[in-house]
């Protein structure tokens, strides 16, 4: 199949939190880091606001998501 590309991979982890949410928290951190790699002229304060959408799939119309202990 193949590596998807990076909006695909937006959408899996869009449904992960109510499909697998163990799988959720590695597979968000991989998509920010590809956000990172694919993107170079991204700046910290895009970087940030990426990183707190995707902490809003925590908010309280879902299911509380705990960290991967690293």
């Known amino acids: 199949m193949g590596e998807l590309a990076l909006a695909d991979a937006l959408d899996f982890c869009l449904l992960l939190p109510e499909a697998d949410a163990e799988?959720?928290?590695r597979a968000s951190a991989r998509w920010l880091g590809r956000l990172i790699i694919e993107s170079p002229a991204i700046t910290l304060n895009e970087v940030?606001?990426?990183v707190a959408a995707m902490?809003?799939?925590?908010?309280p119309d879902r299911r509380r998501i705990r960290p991967h202990p690293l």
Do not use: I
């Open 55 to 59: 902490q809003g799939l925590q908010g």
């Open 23 to 25: 799988r959720w928290p």
């Open 48 to 50: 940030m606001l990426a």
